[in-house]
């Protein structure tokens, strides 16, 4: 309760006001519809990332010194994507209960392989994108994460990406999403890693 009060305290209250409005659009609406219920839920999943993001900006949380919080900035959009191939998955792997139940998602929309094809597409995207920030954010936020990341991300995420892929073209999704669920662990793991090393 205290924690929960805390939270409610040190968040700004439009976002708060956003953030409720959301979960009952979710509830009622949301859920039923393929695709803005994957997106919907993927920005649910980058909400603790983006109180943090608010949280040091708002009230100068000195205890994180900016160069440390400003990395949780590219985290947001690998997590985004990460989460929407992952519902992806999730929907592909339900897709038999669901067309039973009358539920369309979006594997039942736009067919199962259009569905694995842009799921494969996000995973991909995301492996070439891992350089961004090792190399490419200077220019934004005057610091850049180190070596380190890409090698950690490399050696974890490569292979979980690959046996997604892999699992998800053999149509078993149960283990395509269970190893998009340890890419996103490994990737929060690589970030805390590279930040306690170098950044």
């Known amino acids: 309760v205290v924690w929960m009060g805390a939270v409610i305290l040190s968040f700004p ?5 956003l953030l409720c409005a ?5 509830n009622r609406k949301l859920k039923h519809s393929p695709a803005l219920k994957n997106i919907t839920v993927a920005f649910l999943c980058t909400t603790p990332l983006l109180y943090a993001v608010q949280h040091f900006f708002n009230f100068s949380c ?11 900035i590219p985290a947001i959009p690998f997590a985004f994507l990460l989460t929407v191939a992952r ?8 897709m038999p209960g669901d067309e ?3 539920i369309m998602t979006f594997p039942l929309i736009a067919g199962e392989k259009v569905a694995r094809r842009l799921a494969g ?5 995301i492996w070439i994108s891992l350089p961004i920030p090792v190399f490419f954010l ?3 936020f005057k610091h850049n ?5 890409l090698a950690l991300t490399a050696l974890s995420l490569t292979p979980c990406f690959a046996i997604s892929l892999i699992s998800a073209s053999s149509q078993d999704y149960s283990r395509a999403q269970r190893f998009t669920k340890f890419a996103m662990l490994f990737g929060l793991i690589s970030l805390i890693v590279s930040s306690i090393l170098g950044m």
């Open 13 to 17: 209250m439009w976002f708060f006001i």
């Open 22 to 26: 959301l979960l009952i659009a979710y």
């Open 62 to 72: 000195h205890d994180y010194p900016e160069e440390k919080m400003w990395a949780i």
């Open 87 to 94: 519902e992806i998955y999730k929907d592909l792997e339900d």
């Open 100 to 102: 039973k139940a009358g």
């Open 121 to 125: 597409d996000i995973i991909i995207f």
């Open 138 to 140: 200077d220019k934004l």
């Open 145 to 149: 994460y180190p070596p380190v990341f």
